[in-house]
Every structure is written in C-alpha cells, then in structure tokens.
C-alpha cells in the first residue's frame, strides 16, 4: 500500500507503547486513525496526546479477546471513518515464567489476548477489506520471542510464534489479492509491556506477582529492566510504516538478535540432515 493519505488505520493497543506510536506515524501520515484498547483512561490520555490531529484520531474500548468486542469496535470504525485499509493487530500482554508454574488462566489470558486477539482482529476486518476492494494492509504484532525461545515466557513466546505462523500463512494467502500482510518481530521496545498486570480482566484470576527473590522474580525484573532500557517505540512504528509502503512480511527491528536466531535455524538444519537419504 503506497498511499496512506486519506486511508483509514485500526489499531488495537492503541492506548500505549507501540500502538500509540503506531497510531502517531499513521496520523502524521496523512491517515484516519481509530485507537482500539481495553484501558479507557489511557485510551482517553493517548487520543488528548494526540489532539492535534483533530477528530481523524479517536477511540473505542474493545477487549480483543472478545470477538463480539472487535466487531463492535469495528462498526464504531466504519461509522466514524467509512472504511478500513489498515488493521493493526497490536495489542498484546506478557505474562508467565518458566513452563510448569504458569496456572491454567495465565495461559488463557496470554493466548487470548496475543493469539485469538490477532485471529479476532483478522476475522473481523478481512471480510470488509475483501470487500471494499481499495486495498489494505495487516499487520501483526508477534515479537523477537516468535523467533526463538530463550526468555522463558512460555505462553508469551508460544501465542508469537504462532502470530508469526499465522502471518505467513496469511500472507501467501492474500498475496493474489493485493492485501499485503507484515508481521513485527522487535526485541525490547520502552513501553508498559511489563505492567501488562493492569489490564487483566478478573475472569482470568488475580495478576500472579512472582516473589523478586524466586528465579521467576529475577527474571520479571530484568525482563522489565531490558524493556525500560529498549527501542523507542516511534522507531518500532517508522519502520513498520516502511514495511507497509513496500510490502515486507517480516519487520525486525534489532539487528544484534541475529545470531539467536541463525543458532535455532541451524539447529533445525542439523537435525533436517539427519532425516535425509
Ligand atoms: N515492549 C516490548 O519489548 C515488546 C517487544 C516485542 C513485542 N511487543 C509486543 O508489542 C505489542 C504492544 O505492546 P507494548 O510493548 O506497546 O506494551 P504496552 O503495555 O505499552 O501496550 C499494550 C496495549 O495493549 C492493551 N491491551 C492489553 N490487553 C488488551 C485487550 N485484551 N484488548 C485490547 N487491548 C489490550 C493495553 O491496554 C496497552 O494499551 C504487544 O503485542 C507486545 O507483545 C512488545
């Protein structure tokens, strides 16, 4: 998609680090902007920091674990701004620690936000953009963690590999039809990442809070460490806005995670040689 004046971009997350900045790039693009988020006073603090846009920025609360909650943030889209070209499928959380102390409802929170929330925000929206015939654009929001395993976050990296997955798949599939798709895979970004506690809606239990002494306490705090010393956000979202321009699938934004990654490959490589004739 070479053109974003005039067009119409949903983003989920959009209250706060990387949807927020997303939601930026896109307004000084020239783009109508609908910031979707399940926290209302921040979604209203992100649409008052962006009030020099005027009414082509604004917000809906959505959870996007609901799939009813998307639709409904959808139609408050297509009333407020005709149609939709770009959706971002932003909004994520980070929880867990190592495999066997996560509880059953972390892992259905993680995975209905990170997962069935990118499948929600796809199910929703393609349909219409197939439809509208102007083009369009999705872009997932998986992470470095879909690339490799090493931080330990299993439900985080299981629900990003799989968002990558799915943006693969998703992207040969809509190639025929002019929708482009890219998936961002950045390693530490300055956001609130590591508050993700905040948003976790009570039917899921009470926030887990590892004890900072126990290895899954250490590994919170640097993990909220290395996120505080990350990306500026509005790096994340330049790039990302390239990407869209020139129809890139994949976007990684830190260079020196290459090695983890070309270590997994080759370990792959080494066990495929072993399968050959
Ligand atoms: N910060 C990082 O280091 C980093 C690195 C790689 C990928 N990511 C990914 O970037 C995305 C954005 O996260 P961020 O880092 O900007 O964190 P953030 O906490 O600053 O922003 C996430 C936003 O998602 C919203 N949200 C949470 N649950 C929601 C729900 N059920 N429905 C709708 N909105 C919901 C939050 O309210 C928040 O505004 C996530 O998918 C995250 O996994 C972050």
Redesign the pocket.
Known sequence: MREFTGKTAFV??G?????LALGRAFAEAGMKVML????TD?LAAAIESLRNFGPAVRGVT????DPVSVERAAEVSYEAFGNVHVVCN?????GGSGIDNISLESWRWVLD??LM?VLHGITTFLPHIRAHGEGGHIVN?A???GMQSRLGFSPYAASKFAVVNMSEGLSMELKPLGIGVTV?C????R???S??GR?RPARYGPTQIPDRASPAGALAARLAAL?QS?LD?SQVAARTLTAICEDELYVFTHPHVRGEVEERFAAILAAMDKAAP
Do not use: Q
């Open positions: 989920t997350g209250a706060s680090g990387i949807g979707a988020d399940i926290e921040a959505c959870d996007v674990a932003n909004a994520g959380v980070a936000v990170n929330g929001t992470s470095w963690a961002l950045p390693s530490f970004v956001t609130r990442i508050e993700s948003n996120s990350g956000p």
